[in-house]
T-cell receptor
Framework: ELKVEQNPLFLSMQEGKNYTIYCNYSTTSDRLYWYRQDPGKSLESLFVLLSNGAVKQEGRLMASLDTKARLSTLHITAAVHDLSATYFCAVDMEETSGSRLTFGEGTQLTVNP | DAGVTQSPTHLIKTRGQQVTLRCSPKSGHDTVSWYQQALGQGPQFIFQYYEEEERQRGNFPDRFSGHQFPNYSSELNVNALLLGDSALYLC????????????FGQGTRLTVV
C-alpha cells in the first residue's frame, strides 16, 4: 500500500523567512503533484513533477522531485501572508497520469506578519 | 472552458438517507475520479470511472456507488448515510491516454445530521 507522509503537519512562520516542506512516499512513482487548499475550498494545482530531478518554480514556491530517494520538497522563499493555506503533495499510483492520487496529510502553513 | 463542475455545492442530509452528487468533467477529459476529504485530512480516493465503468476502487464500502454517462459526466451515490460520511467530496477529471494532470472541481460539502 502506498503511503505518503508530509512534514511538518503544522508550520507557523514569519513573513520574509524561508522554509521547506517535505513529502516522502513509499513506492516507486515518477509523478508527484503539489496542491494548495484554502479553508473550505477545493484543491488548486501548484506543480506537476513528472521525472527524477524535476524542479519547478512559481513565485515564492519551488518544488523538486528525487524519485530515487522517494522525496519531494516544496521550498518557500521570503514567505508572505498570502501563502497561508494547507499544502498537499500527492503521488500518482498509475502509469497513466492523474489516474489515482494518494495524498499526504497536508501541511497547514500560517505566515505571520 | 468551465473546467470541472460539481453540484450541489452544499448539502445537508439525515442519517440513513441517500444522496447523489454530480460532476461534469473538463472538456476533452474522459475519466472521472471521486475523492472524500474529511475535515483536517487529505483527500482519499473512492473510485474512478472510465468508459462508463468503474475502473478502480479505493477502500470504501459498497454503500458508495457511482455511474458515468456517455457524455463522461458522473454521479456519486451514497446509501444509508452515516455521520462519518460528512466530508468534502471532490471530483477530478483527467484524460486516461495522456500524460496530463487531474483537475479538481470545487467540491460538494456534505453534512450528515
Amino acid at each position: 500500500e502506498l503511503k505518503v507522509e508530509q512534514n511538518p503537519l503544522f508550520l507557523s512562520m514569519q513573513e520574509g523567512k524561508n522554509y521547506t516542506i517535505y513529502c516522502n512516499y513509499s513506492t516507486t512513482s515518477d509523478r508527484l503533484y503539489w496542491y494548495r487548499q484554502d479553508p473550505g475550498k477545493s484543491l488548486e494545482s501548484l506543480f506537476v513533477l513528472l521525472s527524477n530531478g524535476a524542479v519547478k518554480q512559481e513565485g515564492r514556491l519551488m518544488a523538486s522531485l528525487d524519485t530515487k530517494a522517494r522525496l519531494s520538497t516544496l521550498h518557500i522563499t521570503a514567505a508572505v501572508h498570502d501563502l497561508s493555506a494547507t499544502y498537499f503533495c500527492a503521488v500518482d499510483m498509475e502509469e497513466t497520469s492523474g489516474s489515482r492520487l494518494t495524498f499526504g496529510e497536508g501541511t497547514q502553513l500560517t505566515v505571520n506578519p | 472552458d468551465a473546467g470541472v463542475t460539481q453540484s450541489p455545492t452544499h448539502l445537508i442530509k439525515t442519517r440513513g438517507q441517500q444522496v447523489t452528487l454530480r460532476c461534469s468533467p473538463k472538456s476533452g477529459h474522459d475519466t472521472v475520479s471521486w475523492y472524500q476529504q474529511a475535515l483536517g485530512q487529505g483527500p482519499q480516493f473512492i473510485f474512478q470511472y472510465y468508459e462508463e465503468e468503474e475502473r478502480q476502487r479505493g477502500n470504501f464500502p459498497d454503500r458508495f456507488s457511482g455511474h458515468q454517462f456517455p457524455n463522461y459526466s458522473s454521479e456519486l451515490n451514497v446509501n444509508a448515510l452515516l455521520l462519518g460520511d460528512s466530508a468534502l467530496y471532490l471530483c477530478a477529471s483527467s484524460y486516461l491516454g495522456g500524460n496530463t494532470e487531474a483537475f479538481f472541481g470545487q467540491g460538494t460539502r456534505l453534512t450528515v445530521v
